[in-house]
C-alpha cells in the first residue's frame, strides 16, 4: 500500500512540475512517450480544435485535445514535428499543417504555443 501511495504522490508531482508554467493554469498535461528524456518538447494546444503532432524520427502521432498539453522525451539536437489543426473527431484529415524544427537541449524543455495565430 506504501509503494502504491508513493507512486501517486510522484505521478502527482511530476504532473505539478511540467505544467507549473503560468500559461497551463487548469490544463492537463500528458507525457506521451520517454518520460526521462533526455530533453523535452512540450506542445500546449490552445485552439478549439484537437491537434496532431507528428514527429517523423520517432514515427509518433499523438493527438493533442482542447485545452491541453503534451510532454514528449526526445533525443537531444535537432528535431521536427508536423502539428496539424484535425477537421474530424479521428484527425484522420487536416485543414493546416506547418512544420516546424526546434533544437532539444539536455534537461530542458521546448514549448510550442499552438493558439489562434500559430497557423498565420
Request: glycine share 4%; net charge negative.
Amino acid at each position: 500500500m506504501k509503494l502504491i501511495k508513493y507512486l501517486i504522490f510522484t505521478f502527482i508531482l511530476f504532473s505539478l512540475y511540467t505544467c507549473s508554467d503560468s500559461s497551463l493554469t487548469n490544463k492537463d498535461c500528458e507525457v506521451v512517450i520517454n518520460p526521462n528524456g533526455p530533453g523535452f518538447l512540450k506542445v500546449i494546444n490552445e485552439i478549439n480544435s484537437k491537434i496532431e503532432v507528428f514527429l517523423p524520427e520517432y514515427a509518433l502521432a499523438a493527438i493533442v485535445r482542447t485545452n491541453t498539453c503534451e510532454i514528449y522525451g526526445l533525443n537531444t539536437g535537432s528535431r521536427k514535428a508536423e502539428i496539424s489543426i484535425c477537421t474530424d473527431s479521428d484527425c484522420d484529415t487536416y485543414s493546416n499543417t506547418r512544420k516546424v524544427t526546434f533544437l532539444i537541449e539536455n534537461g530542458k524543455t521546448y514549448v510550442i504555443e499552438v493558439n489562434g495565430d500559430y497557423f498565420n
